[in-house]
């Protein structure tokens, strides 16, 4: 139940959530997997942020993939090795829990990018005139 205004992350939560970006970033770079689209694809895939439940039980990874192709399958396969990710962040990282990681795509460069796009839109004039009155 939440009151009055949307609270953001604590401190602790920013930092175990970066601490799991670089273990699973760490994994990806190491490279070993079963599955044949992960062994091929981890070298591209980067992890742009990773938010963390209050609680520290669930961990969201934001990732995208180096020129955006093949996130269908991509997806999916990170999703499988979710529980072998897990037990490389126990391994690796000193928490109570280990938390649970769900992958999901990042959509905030794909955002900023249609931003970018709309003010290239917007004539010059309407960008520079200061208030004239």
């Given amino acids: 139940m939440k009151h009055g ?7 602790r939560q920013l930092r175990v959530g970066e ?9 990806l770079q190491r490279g070993h997997f079963h599955d044949e689209i992960l062994f091929e694809m981890a070298p591209d895939i980067t992890v742009s942020e990773v938010r963390v439940s209050p609680d520290l039980k669930n961990a969201t990874a934001y990732v995208i993939i180096l020129g955006g192709q093949n996130m269908d399958e991509v997806l999916p396969a990170l999703n499988e090795a979710a529980p072998y990710f897990q037990r490389e962040l126990g391994k690796q990282l000193e928490l ?24 290239k839109t917007i004539p010059k004039s309407e960008q520079t005139e200061p208030d004239q009155e």
């Fill in 19 to 27: 601490q799991i970006r670089h273990a699973v970033a760490e994994t």
């Fill in 96 to 119: 109570r829990f280990t938390p649970r990681l769900r992958f999901v795509t990042d959509s905030s460069f794909d955002e900023a990018e249609k931003i970018e796009r709309l003010l």
């Fill in 5 to 11: 205004h949307e609270q953001g992350p604590s401190q």
